[in-house]
């Protein structure tokens, strides 16, 4: 639905996707498929419960760097190259709807 949202709203305002951000890939799809930023709140949380600040400075880094990671592997050198067409859509068994 992202994408649909963001045609939608067109430059009347800035969305921001917060929904089940856990990785560097989660961030780039994100990105690509036209959110303006992610919010991160979750894992933020949980390295603040286990180091307090320490804790969020590593869930942030590491974050940053599984981002770098994805998107060294992807062959884009920039946030801002990120677009739709640089995703592919890959199905398997498991998107096989039953009649159950």
Do not use: N, Q
């Not at 590491?62 to 677009?83: E, H, I, Y």
Request: avoid cysteine; glycine fraction near 14%; proline fraction near 3%.
């Amino acid at each position: 639905m992202l994408p649909e949202i963001v045609e939608a709203v067109g430059d009347k305002t800035t969305v921001l996707f917060d929904s089940g951000i856990r990785t560097g890939a989660d961030i780039f799809k994100a990105l690509a498929l036209g959110a303006k930023a992610v919010l991160i709140g979750r894992p933020v949380m949980y390295g603040l419960g286990i180091a307090g600040k320490t804790g969020v400075k590593h869930v942030l880094a590491s974050l940053l760097a599984d981002l770098d990671g994805t998107m060294g592997l992807a062959g884009v050198k920039s946030v801002s190259d990120l677009s739709p067409a640089i995703l592919r859509k890959i199905s398997y068994g498991g998107d096989v709807k039953t009649s159950i």
